[in-house]
């Protein structure tokens, strides 16, 4: 089974926009081209948050229209950006808001750590509580044994003194709730716009750079990385393991503010 990840695209209702210097909708449109013209193929596509800059209706029918060019279901998941209540109430032909799926002895399991008007995430009980009922059903349905958790936020710590305090709020009551079932495989993440894959407490974390801006890694203060756009591949193997990796765009001329303090 293969899964492809896009997160943080940043659209905007107007797609002549740019984010820091960067148009976002050229990057993600490069992106999606990248993606068709890729020998592999999805059986799902994530997008895991910040779909839209502004929130706009248009910004989010723009994401649709194009991912679905690439005839494969996919699931988004609000960010600090986005508006869940007009990412439902678009007449889109799925409802791809949120939910889990299963996919061979995999359960995917999409979580909203989204909090209206905040950078930070938190996940609210009735979250915590569906996923727990989730890894509950892998325990008990014999066809399923493995599970791939995704949302917006970074559960641990990001690695530059500025995210000290954009991550998930309560990672502690998530990461104690993830060590009481054995078929977590990894949690995968986007938010802090870079490529990261490691394990912290005996479970996987993997976080996939931005299909527009990277933020730079060890620093103190905020600052962009001169990172191509990227999306991630996971394929999903039924012994449980899971190989993955970055795709970023090449002959691509990276436009950034360098001197931004701020997104
Ligand atoms: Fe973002």
């Known amino acids: 089974m293969r899964i492809l990840q896009i997160t943080d695209t940043h659209l905007f209702g107007n797609s002549e926009q740019a984010l820091l210097g960067m148009n976002t909708s050229v990057s993600f449109e490069r992106i999606i ?55 439902t109430s678009l007449a889109l032909a799925d409802n791809p808001f949120v939910g889990d799926a299963a996919l061979g002895n995999w359960l995917l399991i999409m979580l909203d750590t989204s909090v209206r008007g905040s950078v930070h995430g938190l996940l609210p009980e009735s979250e915590l509580q569906r996923l727990a009922q989730l890894l509950e059903s892998v325990e008990r349905n014999k066809s399923l044994q493995h599970s791939l958790i995704f949302l917006h936020h970074n559960p641990i710590q990001g690695n530059a003194g500025w995210m000290s305090d954009i991550g998930l709020h309560n990672a502690d009551e998530f990461r104690e709730l993830l060590a009481r079932y054995s078929s ?75 001197r931004a303090a701020g997104y």
């Open 33 to 87: 081209s990248d993606i068709a013209n890729d020998s592999l193929s999805a059986d799902l596509i994530v997008a895991t948050g910040d779909i839209a800059q502004d929130a706009s209706e248009q910004a989010y029918l723009h994401f649709d229209a194009a991912v679905r060019k690439l005839s494969c279901p996919y699931y988004w998941i609000p960010g600090n950006h986005d508006d869940r209540e007009v990412m």
């Open 184 to 258: 977590v495989r990894a949690v995968v993440y986007g938010h802090i716009h870079q490529e990261l894959d490691a394990v912290y407490d005996g479970i996987r974390y993997i976080c996939t750079p931005s299909t527009c801006i990277q933020f730079k890694p060890g620093v103190e203060d905020f600052a962009l990385d001169r990172k191509n756009p990227a999306y991630r591949w996971l394929e999903l193997q039924d012994n449980g393991e899971i190989n993955t990796w970055v795709h970023r765009l090449e002959n691509f001329k990276i436009q950034i503010d360098e």
